[in-house]
């Protein structure tokens, strides 16, 4: 347990320096574009895919490097495509936003609002199709509740009974509006419920509560072969990008809401079971030195030929 816990920690803690890094090269210029950071809602993407097989599939929304780094593909891949290099994870053509790694099937980010939705129930449906036994995980925030997406996506999952896990990132705010302002049912399992599909939600400041949780959610899924919604109730400590000025919520909430970073109550977990701070010191010495190295590989990174610029890109006339 001490073990799996240690595990979880070094990865929310790869996510947090991450994404620290990506805020402060994004200031000075040096990552362009728009930039999503998940900082604050670590335990939600590692609680989670901890317990997805290598053959399940993720989706995931436009705030995803944690999910990708969470899932194993390399800092060097994530890093080199936030600088727009040939090497990464998306040859440097996606950014931020659009993070994807079929080796991992990961089917990556979007920049709809829940446009991931409907692409997680039709590869369910490929899989329910070829028999083949896996599960599609696919997280989203709250705002994409209020889309109309999520409601047909998890009517269709729930009427052909697909196995998807609906994960849903609770952070309050979506893109800048109070969920009990745009929402006049702010009960979310309860939405879910509503089309007979199992809910419920969990700590998702809390990696320990949201694996377990997780686990349950993605056991049912297989078992039953139809779609579970599991809530994660968190909050992002950044705004919703870099762009945005923040002045939607107060700084006292986002102050109390830091007492639950859940690498503080991860290290606490951690420290009851003698786990002391030089170990836990030792592992951010290690990871400081892994993004380091992310850093300096992105840079020294590919840019791609001017040339290429119509390579992938198909037109009505290549078409004739």
């Known amino acids: 347990m001490t073990t799996d816990l240690l595990g979880r920690y070094r990865t929310m803690l790869r996510i947090r320096r991450f994404e620290e890094r990506c805020a402060e090269l994004y200031s000075a210029e040096r990552i362009r574009g728009f930039v999503h950071l998940y900082i604050g809602e670590e335990a939600v993407a590692v609680g989670v895919i901890d317990h997805l097989r290598e053959d399940d599939a993720i989706v995931a929304t436009y705030r995803e490097h944690g999910h990708a780094l969470a899932r194993g593909i390399p800092m060097d891949a994530v890093m080199a495509e936030m600088f727009g290099r040939v090497e990464g994870v998306s040859g440097g053509r996606g950014g931020s936003m659009h993070l994807f790694h079929a080796a991992t099937r990961f089917y990556g980010g979007n920049a709809i609002v829940g446009g991931g939705l409907p692409m ?122 870099m762009y945005d000025p923040d002045r939607y919520r107060d700084k006292s909430e986002i102050d109390q809401w830091k007492t639950r970073d859940p690498l503080l109550v991860a290290a606490a977990a951690l420290r009851e079971r003698r786990i002391d701070d030089a170990a836990l010191a030792a592992v951010d ?27 992938f890109v198909v037109s009505a006339r290549s078409r004739e």
């Open 285 to 311: 010495h290690e990871v400081m030195a892994e993004v380091d190295a992310a850093v300096s590989a992105a840079e020294a990174g590919t840019l791609e030929d001017p040339s290429d610029v119509g390579r």
């Open 120 to 241: 997680a129930v039709g590869l369910a449906l490929a899989d329910r199709m070829r028999d083949r036994d896996r599960v599609t995980a696919c997280f989203f925030g709250e705002g994409a509740m209020a889309e109309g997406e999520f409601h047909e996506s998890i009517n269709l999952a729930a009427l052909w009974g697909l196995p998807v896990l609906f994960v849903c990132e609770n952070n309050l705010y979506a893109m800048g509006t109070a969920l009990a302002r745009s929402e006049s049912e702010t009960n979310l399992p309860l939405k879910a419920a509503a089309y007979e599909v199992p809910a419920w939600s969990c700590d998702g400041m809390d990696v320990e509560a949201v694996s377990d949780a997780a686990e349950r959610a993605i056991a049912l899924v297989r078992d039953s072969g139809g779609p579970v919604f599991l809530e994660a109730r968190t909050f992002r400590f950044r705004a919703h990008s």
